[in-house]
């Protein structure tokens, strides 16, 4: 597949999920540098990073995808020559997928030992990480019942609906708005993650805000599965998340909406949970309270506060 069209797969949403996205533009960049008919190394360069940028303008939100980007690009840093850099990038990217996909095996297992025999559990949106869990822990032979919410407007509830049942899992599939109505017979809340900032706040799929709201009302805990490479570097220097907003036309038909004069359609696609209602981040690494997200950054994506103070600039910054 040409990366033009990988990049209008994710924007579409036909390619969604962080991980997945993450994985689709690192294989994309692969596949575009081994077709590349460069010059020399400096060209070769100049057009993979050309690329990046398409894959990068995307989807905002998901920072695993300027993370594994840039883990991969950084591949290129001590190639001199252009078949060494051709096959660098073709061993980075190929590491990053099977360790990206590896990290969802490790975080399974980590997080199906929160997960205890008899638990009811609720879920959100469509995350490969928190379904990876809930599966394990019904492997393991716990008997659970699931909540799958709808995930307006683009109902990736669907999708877990899909995981679930095929898994052979008790569900219950309810509107967004119904989670508060059924919180007190939660007993843990999990989902997956677009991006985890330095101090321990989730951006998740908009609806997860409010979920750990409630979930914090009635004593329920919270956690969150997320690989090493959703946490953020960049907040480190007190970058902010941006929240992707999507058409209106995701939530009201156009010939709905052009029916109204005064109404402005507000479709953010994503919301901060701030790390006061998250109990645990499951990592690959291991399982760990939000308040640590600095020590993922620092130890497993190689970016540290000190680092900073040094007089180089950001673009130095690679996640060697
Ligand atoms: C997806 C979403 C998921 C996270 C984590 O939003 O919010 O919860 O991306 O998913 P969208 P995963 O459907 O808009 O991409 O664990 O699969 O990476």
Redesign the pocket.
């Known amino acids: 597949m040409v990366l033009s069209e990988t990049a209008e797969r994710i924007t579409s949403?036909e390619i969604?999920?962080?991980?997945?996205i993450a994985r689709a533009a690192v294989e994309a960049l692969k596949e575009y540098s081994e077709g590349l008919d460069s010059p020399d190394l400096t060209a070769y360069k100049k057009s993979m990073q050309e690329a990046a940028d398409t894959l990068l303008a995307t989807r905002p939100t998901?920072v695993s995808l300027p993370n594994a980007i840039h883990y991969t690009l950084a591949s290129l840093k001590a190639a001199d020559s252009l078949p060494a850099a051709r096959a660098a990038l073709r061993e980075r990217a190929d590491e990053f997928i099977r360790s990206s996909l590896h990290a969802i095996e490790w975080i399974a297992e980590i997080g199906a030992r929160h997960i205890s025999d008899g638990d009811v559990l609720l879920t959100h949106?469509?995350?490969?990480?928190?379904l990876a869990c809930i599966i394990e822990a019904h492997r393991q032979g716990k008997e659970i019942e699931v909540y799958a919410t709808e995930v307006r407007p683009?109902g990736?509830g669907l999708l877990t609906l899909q995981a679930l049942d095929q898994a052979g899992i008790r569900t219950n599939y309810i509107i967004d708005s119904a989670v508060r109505h059924f919180m007190n017979e939660i007993d843990l809340v999990i989902?997956?993650?677009?991006a985890v900032t330095v101090n321990g706040a989730v951006v998740?799929?908009i609806g997860t805000a409010p979920i750990a709201l409630a979930a914090n009302e009635a004593r329920t805990n919270v956690i969150v599965?997320a690989e090493t490479y959703k946490f953020a570097p960049l907040t480190i220097l007190g970058d902010l998340i941006e929240i992707e907003e999507r058409s209106g036309s995701e939530v009201l038909s156009e010939e709905i909406a052009a029916r109204f004069r005064h109404v402005t359609i507000r479709n953010p696609?994503?919301d901060v949970t701030p790390a006061s209602y998250i109990d645990l981040i499951i990592t690959e690494k291991g399982a760990l309270p939000p308040g640590l997200a600095y020590v993922i950054i620092r130890d497993y994506l190689g970016w540290s506060i000190e680092e900073f103070s040094k007089p180089h600039g950001l673009d130095d910054r690679n996640t060697d």
């Open positions: 949403m969604r999920g962080a991980g997945r998901a949106c469509n995350s490969q990480a928190a683009r990736q989902v997956g993650a677009d998740n799929k599965a696609v994503f």
